[in-house]
């Protein structure tokens, strides 16, 4: 009986002090309300779109660097970003960049740091991969490729097509055309006919 009574007591008193800290549900107090995390309510911050003595402008939002693109919003829809017309998704049949032994010198050394381990040295799909099973690596002679506008093998780059992963991510824009450029004298120069060496060079071929 005795036990009983003192786990009622003990009940009350608990519910007592339960209630005379924290008041009943909507009663109004003067006093702040208890903060059992403090921080979680007060941070050191400054809000946007408000005044701050941090920065010597008093801002206390940064205004955005020129030329920043929002994350989501669309991108520039020029031919040397998308390969394509602008506001069309009909491919640039040539490259936007003027083609100089600068940019041909650029391509040839982007391309072996970028597509040599699949497509070769020489475009035909037989880069070092193929040795380690990558079996299906594309010729980039072959008709269908050679006959693609420079726009479609930028986006090929960029996004990647099938089994071959996009490189938008690791090759700059500049850098994308520079490679079809030089994808380009390698397919020309498999397709070359005599016709095409100087006269005076011609004498040693066969
Ligand atoms: C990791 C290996 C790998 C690398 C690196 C790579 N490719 Fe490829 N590429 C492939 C494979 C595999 C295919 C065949 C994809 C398929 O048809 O499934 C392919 C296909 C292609 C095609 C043909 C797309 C079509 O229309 O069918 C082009 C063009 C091409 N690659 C260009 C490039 C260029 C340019 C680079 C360098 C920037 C590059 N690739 C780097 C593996 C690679």
């Not at 037989?126 to 594309?138: C, E, F, S």
């Not at 002679?141 to 986006?155: A, P, S, Y």
């Not at 450029?181 to 040693?204: E, F, K």
Request: net charge positive; proline share 4%; charged share 20%.
């Amino acid at each position: 009986m005795r036990y009983w009574l003192s786990f009622f007591l003990v009940i009350i008193v608990g519910a007592i002090a339960v209630i005379g800290i924290a008041g009943f549900q909507g009663g109004k107090s003067r006093k702040p309300p208890i903060e059992i995390f403090p921080d979680m309510d007060r941070q050191p911050k400054i809000r946007p779109q408000t005044g701050s003595s941090f920065f010597s402008d008093g801002k206390a939002s940064r205004v955005a660097l020129l030329g920043t693109i929002a994350r989501g919003s669309h991108y520039l829809d020029t031919p040397l970003v998308t390969g394509q017309l602008t506001g069309s998704t009909n491919f640039v049949d040539v490259m936007p960049l003027a083609i100089t032994a600068k940019l041909l010198a650029r391509g040839r050394e982007r391309y072996q740091i970028s597509c040599l381990p699949c497509h070769g040295a020489l475009a035909d799909g037989n880069g070092i991969t193929k040795k380690y099973g990558m079996a299906v690596v594309a010729n980039l002679h072959d008709k269908r490729i050679v006959t693609q506008t420079d726009g479609e093998l930028f986006k090929t780059i960029t996004h990647g097509k099938n089994l071959m992963g996009g490189y938008g991510a690791n090759i700059a824009i500049e850098d994308r055309w520079a490679i079809i450029a030089h994808l380009r004298t390698l397919q020309l120069a498999r397709l070359g006919i005599l016709a095409d060496v100087p006269l005076d060079r011609r004498a040693g071929l066969k």
